[in-house]
């Protein structure tokens, strides 16, 4: 044996762990997993929505920071979606080394710092500065809870419950609107102290988040991968022990195992080489998904609250209002959808609902050039858009967190979302803050027109590419890059180029 595979790798085990954790009934550990993991959206929902809310007041006189509302929904929205891609390509290669749980600790405390300190701000470069830091922290998020929940919901639920968590973004963007519109109001808070206690109030809540999700394990998936077998049995056998007290039942026996060569590291060089060589065609799709959604996303929600103002002279204070009610349409998509992921299947599921948000969309923009929508209008017409390119971008998370092998996810999360945020989530706020500041409706059409089509790309992209991935394990979607062929049955998926 090779100096260099002693020192990677530690032995051979064969294991039905995998097996077990999906042949689970849905239990009260589940819902802590929900509880705990989860909630990160409802934070980045939070964040966002609060931003696009106060943007107008930020810029008012008296507020305490000097900055204008273009500064906001631009140069700041993009600084917070550029650290959202460093956290998620920084944290999401630490993720698949050092573990699910460690980094998801780290990332979530990181958030509450920044966040505290965005409410102390008192110059614009420290607004900007905290903003970037805040979505290092988010994007770290991403990228270990996405694989974490995976790794832990059995397959038959994975779909919809990754959805619906997903989705539950817009909760948090309900939830952000609604403080901006109290903590906004000059009868009860001074210009300069409401806006601040939007950012505080979003750390407390993250505070309760982090006392939650002590209690999740470490994925027993990536513990027996490296080396760490018994730890994962422990973690298994007491999930079962507890399932079996609160249902009463025996659970089945479970049907596979897979044999897999041990790391405690795995080579960088070798996860991408196996990525793009094994993958080319999840690699297209995993980019076109991501590409179309940050650039609809991060462009329409950023630059809300500018657009109505600057087109339909809504004030400021009342912006939290319309941001809430568009807010309802994405949240209630992915909670409506989601049960079909998993039944009618990722594909058509996926590509119908980007194809139809696109298309959608594109009637949208017509009927605002045409200077046809007032602003209830044009709110009302973005809830029916993004009803379903809510659902559909909660599927691309869930598409590059299962099509890819267990020693790359996070990695792969990172770098997709990386890629397409910075591509699309980048230039969007920037394009639509210009856009928005020419004061002309056909300018703003254009952008819109750009967003429908990015959509109707990633759809395109599933009809070819996509992968029939619902009420299948993982490690039959993509098998471990350790895997080890050793006859019939003896592993699950297809077969994977050896490690050395």
């Not at 989860?38 to 006189?61: A, N």
């Not at 405390?109 to 290092?136: C, D, E, K």
């Not at 210009?434 to 109707?456: P, W």
Request: hydrophobic residues 50%; contains cysteine; neutral net charge.
């Amino acid at each position: 044996m090779s100096t260099r595979e002693e020192t990677i790798q530690t032995g051979t085990i064969r294991t039905d762990l995998p097996a077990r954790l999906d042949r689970l009934p849905w239990s009260r550990f589940h819902w802590q997993v929900i509880i705990g993991l989860g909630t990160v959206w409802i934070l980045d929902g939070l964040e966002v929505t609060i931003v696009g809310s106060i943007s107008g007041r930020l810029s008012e006189p008296g507020a305490g920071i000097g900055i204008s509302a273009s500064e906001v929904a631009g140069l700041a929205a993009t600084l917070y979606v550029i650290g959202a891609c460093v956290g998620a390509l920084v944290f999401g290669q630490l993720t698949d080394r050092f573990g699910r749980k460690r980094l998801f600790m780290l990332t979530l405390g990181i958030y509450l710092f920044a966040t505290v300190m965005t409410a102390f701000s008192f110059s614009p470069l420290w607004f900007f500065v905290f903003r970037f830091l805040t979505g290092m922290g988010i994007g770290g998020e991403y990228s270990a809870i996405n694989s974490a929940i995976d790794e832990l919901i059995p397959s038959k639920h994975r779909g919809r419950t990754d959805i619906s968590i997903n989705g539950s973004y817009w909760g948090g963007a309900i939830a952000g609107s609604l403080l901006a519109v109290f903590a906004l109001n000059t009868a009860i808070f001074p210009i300069n102290i409401g806006w601040r206690l939007c950012f505080a109030l979003g750390a407390v809540l993250g505070l309760g988040v982090l006392l939650v999700r002590r209690n999740v394990p470490e994925s027993p998936r990536w513990l027996f991968i490296h080396g760490r077998e018994q730890e994962a049995e422990e973690i298994v056998s007491d999930i079962e022990r507890r399932v079996r007290e609160e249902t009463g039942k025996e659970l089945p026996e479970p049907e596979e195992s897979i044999t897999v060569r041990q790391r405690k590291t795995i080579p960088l060089n070798l996860i991408v080489r196996s990525v793009l060589t094994l993958y080319p065609r999840r690699s297209i799709l995993g980019l076109a998904l991501f590409i179309g959604q940050a650039f609809l996303y991060n462009a329409v929600l950023f630059s809300l609250g500018d657009l109505l103002g600057t087109f339909f002279g809504v004030p400021s204070g009342d912006v939290p209002y319309y941001i809430a009610v568009f807010a309802v349409g994405n949240l209630l998509g992915p909670l409506t959808l989601g049960h079909l992921f998993d039944t009618v299947g990722r594909k058509p599921m996926i590509a119908g609902t980007y194809i139809l948000s696109g298309g959608l969309l594109v009637v949208t923009a017509f009927l605002f050039k045409g200077g046809e929508l007032t602003a209830v209008g044009l709110v009302v017409a973005l809830m029916c858009v993004f009803f379903f390119a809510s659902a559909g971008v909660s599927a691309a998370y869930l598409t590059v967190s299962e099509i890819f092998p267990m020693e790359t996810r996070a990695l792969c999360i990172a770098v997709f979302y990386a890629i397409g945020t910075g591509t699309g989530g980048a230039v969007g706020p920037l394009l639509f803050a210009n856009l928005i500041e020419s004061g002309k409706a056909s300018h703003v059409f254009v952008g819109f027109m750009i967003g429908a089509v990015a959509m109707i790309l990633g759809g395109v992209a599933e009809i070819f590419f996509g992968v029939k991935a619902e009420r299948r394990g993982l490690e039959s979607i993509a098998k471990p890059l350790t895997a080890q062929d050793t006859g019939a049955g003896a592993a699950m998926g297809p077969a994977s180029p050896a490690i050395s």
